[in-house]
């Protein structure tokens, strides 16, 4: 470190210390010695009036560097207080991209992977994890050959080229997990574009398809009708092309009765809480199922339902349903849950099945009022009169219906006047929209209101935030049921 001179010190202080001397010399002059002759007198106050000067610039150029120096300080300050709000702001979006990340990963009902131009995965969610049955290192930086089976990777191969070329491609096929068990997905090829529209990696993701899209397409021929041979000709080419691609998975009607007799599903429940603080001593329940390997694999529910409604067993599975949660009551004679289980389309054309229902709860001496059916609108719809004798039924046993995925369509608005149910289920897809919608808030306000006008309670499906559970508050809605109410969990561990 250098040392700083004894006259750097000084100097600041020269010009003001010559100027104390000369103006001391003056005045002793005048009142002590006076001997000094004028013309020194005139040099010393000459030198005096130089010294005042220059103390006063020194003053002011010290005053100015003050000045620039707090202006400095000012921005760097500023420059700090910035740079510290930045960073603030960097680990809360951190923090938040985290939480989002993590609820992608354990949430989000897909398997979601991005690779890079080279084919190497860079991300990956748990489920696409599960599906391989491999740790996060055993992926990450890896080519998709070196971790994947063949069938699976020559699919995404088989489109790498128009998706580099910044295509989205959609696929469908049937993937064989480990354990060789197979599952219909769609396939979705997203590209990955930079500022330069330049395709960096791409998106896969493989979504398990549904039982609602076979709906879909039932509810899409009742109300295109045709010509009966072409109508039946047509279905029974469909039929004859899902039975080819069942059998090349290895699915047969054997296999699925083996499921089902075997008891390789489990079944879990999600709360149906109500909205208002009112005191309700029953609580509320809907009962879903999950297949062994789906619950193993951490696979979204629905992937095995498809080949269960293809051929035409859901009945059957159904059937299962009710015997085990009778079961589960008969054991339990102080419950008073209301259990929500869902009806499939074919079931509610099985004439037999409430008979079925009679017997089980007669046989296990459970309450018919522990259980409550849910239909589907859509399956309403598309079958009134065998929907209409089937709700009546389990009505006159007591039981309570629920009609479920309720939209603001005049086919769902005919419902309200033909069926008898207890409670209603608005469809999510309106939901999750009434902060940011103000046609789909009038719509569920509207729904709301003509079900309690029918002395219909109310149950608001898919419910994720606060903010949408303080709205249905407001608008009045009886009950909610979503990831933001509870997740579902297995039915054993449910404590009553």
Not at 102 to 114: G, H, K, R, S, T
Not at 340 to 366: E, M
Not at 377 to 384: K, R, V
């Amino acid at each position: 470190m250098q040392k700083t001179s004894l006259f750097n010190i000084v100097k600041p202080y020269l010009a003001a210390c010559i100027a104390l001397i000369l103006a001391l010399t003056l005045i002793a002059d005048r009142y002590f010695v006076s001997g000094i002759a004028l013309h020194w007198l005139a040099v010393l106050e000459l030198s005096l009036i130089s010294a005042l000067l220059l103390t006063i610039i020194q003053i002011a150029r010290t005053e100015k560097n003050i000045k620039s120096y707090s202006d400095q300080l000012s921005v760097s300050k500023e420059r700090l207080a910035n740079e510290i709000k930045h960073r603030l702001w960097a680990e809360k979006t951190t923090s938040e991209s985290k939480v989002k990340s993590q609820f992608i990963d354990e949430n989000i009902p897909v398997m979601l992977a991005y690779f890079n131009i080279d084919l190497r995965c860079r991300y990956h969610n748990r489920i696409f994890r599960r599906w391989f049955g491999l740790k996060p290192d055993q992926i990450d930086g890896q080519f998709l050959k070196e971790f994947s089976s063949e069938e699976f990777s020559s699919g995404i191969e088989d489109c790498v080229e128009d998706v580099l070329a910044g295509k989205t491609v959609h696929n469908e096929r049937i993937l064989k997990s480990t354990k060789g068990f197979p599952y219909i997905f769609t396939e979705q090829y997203i590209p990955h574009l930079d500022n330069k529209g330049k395709t960096i990696g791409f998106y896969t993701l493989h979504t398990p398809r549904a039982q609602e899209k076979n709906r879909l397409s039932s509810k899409n021929k009742a109300a295109n009708p045709v010509k009966p041979e072409p109508q039946k000709q047509n279905e029974t080419s469909a039929t004859n092309l899902r039975g080819v691609q069942a059998s090349k998975a290895g699915v047969t009607a054997a296999r699925i009765v083996q499921a089902i007799e075997g008891g390789e599903f489990n079944l879990y429940c999600q709360k149906i809480s109500p909205i208002k603080s009112t005191a309700i001593s029953s609580s509320y329940y809907e009962i879903l199922i999950r297949m062994n390997e789906e619950e193993n694999n951490l696979m979204p529910p629905g992937s095995f339902l498809p080949f269960v409604d293809q051929f035409k067993m859901m009945p059957q599975l159904d059937r299962w349903v009710v015997n085990h949660i009778a079961q589960w009551l008969s054991v339990r004679p102080r419950a008073d849950s209301i259990f929500c289980l869902n009806v499939a389309r074919d079931t509610l054309s099985d004439h037999t099945f409430p008979g079925f229902i009679q017997d089980q709860l007669q046989k296990l001496n459970v309450a018919a009022s522990n259980l409550c059916f849910e239909v589907e609108a859509s399956d309403a719809e598309t079958n009134p009169a065998d929907t209409l004798i089937f709700t009546q039924k389990i009505r006159e046993l007591g039981c309570l219906v629920s009609l479920c995925s309720f939209s603001h369509s005049p086919g769902s608005l005919d419902l309200l006047d033909k069926m008898r149910m207890d409670y209603l289920k608005i469809d999510g897809s309106l939901i999750c929209n009434i902060l940011r919608d103000e046609d789909d808030l009038e719509k569920v306000t509207t729904l709301n209101q003509l079900a309690h006008k029918a002395k219909i309670k109310t149950i608001a499906e898919l419910v994720e935030t606060d903010d949408i559970i303080a709205k249905l508050h407001e608008i009045g809605v009886d009950y909610a049921q979503g990831f933001g109410i509870a997740k579902p969990h297995p039915l054993k561990e449910l404590e009553l």
